[in-house]
């Protein structure tokens, strides 16, 4: 009787002590089946920005950002959840709906006020899509012009400071580029590999200007982190570096920008 008992206690306490182990388990860990649970970091971007981010044929965002910060999550042994977004909310909504962005975003001291950069692991630069032919080969030309950009981006930044010009801010910056096919803008300032998308998948109607005779400066693009997070700066840092060093970085840039 009392072994009975006694069993039936420890029968209990086990019980007790399993269901406090789950209830434990804090939010952000994903249940993956039996294997140790990871960590998930939730990533904000924009997937309107080839080739670093788009959404591809399965209706998943894909390009070079999301293979990038897939294999860094692969590396320091996280889950990655990508979660696509306004470009303009991104930096807002890091330490609250996302834990960090990637989305071809450039460095700028407005930004740092509000969140910390990984190592930049590309240098871009701006460019001009307007309509074929039309005159616009430098900086002079976009005065006065009725320009196209994407919501809260460089490019928008850039066009605010131009004399004359009347700026149109997009959601997205493929929204900007219709409006240019639309003849509602005169041109459309975007970073050069998206412009060089655009180009391409609208050649009969457009073209791109890059280069000097705009004065743009070089960007860098990196990975906007919660501010003060130095412990999750540098596993994504050392793995920036491994990447760089390894080829898989080289890889990606042949995948996503070269091809
Ligand atoms: N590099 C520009 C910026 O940081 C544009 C980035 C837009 N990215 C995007 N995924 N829509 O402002």
Same mark, same amino acid.
């Given at each position: 009787m009392k072994k009975k008992f006694l069993s039936a206690f420890v029968a209990t306490m086990m019980?007790? @002590?399993f269901l406090c182990g789950c209830g434990a388990a804090t939010?952000?860990?994903?249940? *993956?089946?039996g294997e140790a649970s990871k960590e998930t970091l %939730?990533?904000?971007? *924009?997937?309107?920005?080839?080739p670093f981010e788009y959404v591809g044929d399965d209706g998943k965002p894909d390009g070079f950002d999301i293979a990038l910060i897939k294999?860094?999550?692969e590396e320091i042994g996280v889950e990655v959840q990508i979660q696509d977004m306004e470009f303009d909310s991104l930096v807002s909504s890091i330490g609250n709906k996302i834990d960090v962005a990637?989305?071809?975003?450039?460095?700028?001291?407005?930004?740092?006020?509000m969140v910390d950069f990984s190592d930049p692991?590309?240098?871009? @630069?701006?460019?001009?899509?307007?309509?074929?032919?039309?005159? %616009?080969?430098t900086a002079d030309d976009l005065k006065n012009k009725k320009i196209g950009v994407q919501l809260g981006t460089t490019g928008e930044f850039i066009a605010d400071e131009i004399e004359g010009a009347e700026v149109s801010a997009y959601n997205k910056a493929v929204d900007a580029v219709n409006d240019l096919n639309n003849g509602r803008v005169d041109c459309v300032i975007v970073d050069k590999n998206p412009a060089e998308v655009f180009g391409a998948q609208f050649a009969d109607q457009v073209e791109v200007v890059a280069g000097e005779n705009f004065d743009f400066?070089?960007?860098n693009y990196a990975i906007a982190l919660p501010k003060g997070d130095e412990d999750l700066a540098v596993k994504?840092?050392?793995?920036?570096?491994?990447?760089?060093? *390894?080829?898989?970085y080289d890889s990606l840039v042949k995948q996503y920008i070269e091809e």
């Open positions: 019980t007790m @002590v939010a952000g860990e994903a249940d *993956n089946g %939730i990533v904000g971007t *924009n997937a309107a920005f080839p294999a860094i999550g990637i989305a071809g975003m450039t460095v700028t001291e407005e930004r740092k006020n692991y590309y240098e871009a @630069v701006q460019a001009v899509v307007i309509p074929k032919g039309a005159a %616009i080969a400066e070089p960007e994504i840092n050392t793995a920036l570096k491994k990447f760089k060093d *390894n080829g898989t």
